[in-house]
């Protein structure tokens, strides 16, 4: 280990998190820290920079969700429809029948 261990502050400066976000990290275990002392916590570097390819090849092998949308127009169970919807596809098809 020839670099200096990194302070909180540094880390969270790297990271572009706060101080209380990397602490909360430390204390889900997601990030590698050393419990220096009873109050003193350090980050080796070598450790932060694999952590963070990690999550860089995590990130891109995850497949992106495509969100599911519910169309406004999906009757309700009581049988309804949302009157707003049914009114915009009548004025669209005005619109495409008259200018036509």
């Known amino acids: 280990m020839t670099e ?7 880390v969270a400066d ?3 998190f706060s101080v209380q976000g990397v ?3 430390v204390f889900k275990k997601k990030i590698p820290a050393v419990k220096i002392s ?3 916590l350090r980050f080796d570097p070598v450790e932060i920079r694999k952590w ?12 992106p969700k495509l969100a599911v949308r519910k169309s406004p ?3 309700r169970k009581n049988g309804s429809v949302n009157s707003s919807y049914v009114d915009n596809i009548v004025n669209a098809a005005k619109r495409e029948v008259l200018d036509v």
């Not at 200096?4 to 540094?10: H, S």
């Not at 390819?53 to 497949?63: C, D, F, L, R, S």
């Open 4 to 10: 200096k261990l990194l302070k909180i502050e540094e």
């Open 14 to 16: 790297m990271l572009g």
């Open 23 to 25: 602490y909360s990290l």
């Open 38 to 40: 009873k109050r003193a």
């Open 52 to 63: 963070l390819e990690q999550k860089k090849t995590q990130a891109a092998e995850a497949e």
């Open 73 to 75: 127009g999906r009757p």
